[in-house]
């Protein structure tokens, strides 16, 4: 008998399973999650500041709602959250569209939930912000309040302190001016071997004071995005040798910092330079000068990655046709899988009209959703995979991407609803694309890594959406099926 492999069997071995959008992606039909505290078994009177608010905020809010931080108001004591309480419990109830709070927009009722540094709110979280600030927001017991948390300043690093910080060049916007793009130069590493990133977190430091508040994240900064990779420096150091060009994630504005996985650290490479081929700044109401900061830590030294070969990027910059005055537009992208993949991070990228990015994964009858998330153009983010819960697919897998928009009026990014546009850099203008980042496997590696996604897996009842063929039939070697011919 010939042994047949794993991508002939597929539509024996797993279920149908299509997992459709369940939600509707406009801003207007989008409704607040509202819970009741008492399908927890606990009385509404009870919930205080003290002992269920403060400990959410310090771990969800705190980062940004400081001095100092992004955000537009402090929120490190009671008699500063209460008098928010009512627009706390609307904007954390919005959950996972545009304006919600903490800007963590993934949909928790479809697709794989399993991302690092996830700062999102728990139903029961929800729950009891709602039923304190139903209850008028009381404090309950000062003594049980936690200690409060030791913020340095806004020059912090999230990630903690960095093994390399790399400085940009300074750079100047008029209070008000139209947008800026272009190729601000190299950035010299001084790296005398070569090294591999374990993660990196890019911030902008200038001189807007720290205790003036703003209206928006964007309104503290002046660099809208920006577009890096690195390589090594010619004989002239006047250039980097695109031969050894790496690409890096891209910097946004509210975007998180990237921690790559275990098994896929970015190299940084001797004699090396960052270059900042694609900056986008902004004028935002006042003169600013600054730059950014690049925050580097390294795998220790010896440390070499298992997968270094990068899978596709999706998504449609230039085909985009995006009416006016029009709720639930759809975009589709889609893109044949020429080798076993490992999804590493989704990150949705669009621009002021997209409300929400959809991944799918189609395998034969197989339509699985990976994730959905709602996108939101102040706040982008990137949603890094746990490594045992990142999508496994094989080759010949279509990767489907979908993105929503919205140009009614409803949607408040929006200059002018009643505006057609296509694709371009501008944030009037549309992008549809997933920055996240994926590995290519070889059949070795993809057959160890669903090996590792079994183990994890209790029994055959058990079906992981980010591995469609970890029960399938493992493939027989040939010379193992000769012998049982």
């Known amino acids: 008998m010939r042994a047949k492999t794993l991508l002939t069997i597929i539509a024996l071995s797993v279920p149908l399973i299509a997992l459709g959008q369940a939600h509707d992606a406009s801003v207007a039909n989008h409704q607040p999650h509202y819970y009741d505290i008492t399908d927890y078994g606990i009385d509404p009177q009870n919930v205080t500041y003290a002992d269920h608010i403060a400990p959410i905020l310090q771990r969800s809010c705190q980062s940004c709602h400081r001095p100092g931080g992004g955000g537009p108001m402090s929120l490190l004591s009671f008699d500063e959250v209460q008098p928010w309480a009512a627009i706390i419990m609307y904007r954390t109830a919005i959950r996972d569209r545009m304006g919600a709070m903490p800007p963590f927009f993934l949909e928790k009722d479809i697709g794989i939930d399993g991302f690092k540094e996830d700062s999102s709110l728990s139903d029961l979280e929800l729950a009891m912000i709602q039923a304190w600030a139903s209850n008028g927001a009381p404090r309950g017991n000062p003594a049980n309040e936690p200690e409060p948390l030791v913020w340095n300043d806004s020059d912090a690093w999230t990630l903690g302190e960095p093994d390399l910080v790399l400085r940009g060049p300074d750079m100047t916007r008029p209070a008000i001016g139209p947008d800026w793009w272009g190729d601000i130069g190299l950035v010299p590493t001084g790296l005398t071997e070569d090294r591999y990133v374990k993660s990196i977190e890019v911030r902008e430091l200038n001189n807007i004071p720290v205790d003036e508040g703003t209206n928006t994240v964007g309104g503290r900064y002046i660099f809208h995005h920006m577009t890096y990779g690195s390589g090594v420096l ?3 150091g006047t250039a980097i040798d695109p031969e050894t060009r790496v690409s890096w994630p891209i910097h946004e504005v509210g975007r998180n910092a990237d921690i790559f996985s275990e098994k896929a650290g970015r190299l940084l490479a001797a004699n090396s330079a960052l270059h900042l081929n694609a900056a986008h700044l ?13 925050g580097i830590t390294f795998f220790p030294l010896g440390y070499e990655p298992q997968y270094t070969r990068r899978g596709p990027r999706t998504g449609n910059g230039i085909d985009l046709d995006i009416v006016p005055n029009k709720a639930g537009q759809e975009v589709h992208n889609y893109v044949v899988l020429q080798e076993h993949t490992k999804i590493m991070a989704f990150e949705p990228h669009l621009h002021a009209p997209g409300v929400r990015m959809c991944m799918e994964a189609i395998w034969g009858h197989n339509n699985i959703t990976l994730n959905c998330v ?3 153009h102040n706040w982008v983010k990137q949603y890094v995979y746990e490594d045992d819960k990142a999508p496994l697919l094989p080759k010949g ?3 489907h991407t979908i993105a929503y928009m919205d140009t009614t009026a409803a949607n408040p990014n929006l200059a ?12 009037v203008s549309n992008m549809f694309i997933d920055l996240g980042y994926s590995v290519s496997l070889t059949e070795e590696q993809f057959q160890a890594e669903m090996a590792s996604r079994r183990a994890l897996m209790q029994s055959r009842n058990e079906y992981d959406l980010g591995c469609p063929l970890c029960w399938a039939p493992e493939p027989v070697s040939a010379s193992v099926a000769q012998g049982n011919d």
Request: charged share 25%.
């Open 282 to 294: 902004h004028s935002n109401g006042r003169e600013t000068t600054g730059h950014l900061e690049f």
């Open 234 to 236: 010619n004989d002239q």
């Open 397 to 399: 897998t279509i990767l």
């Open 416 to 427: 002018d609803a009643r505006n057609w546009a296509g694709g371009g850099r501008r944030s």
């Open 374 to 376: 709602g996108y939101d």
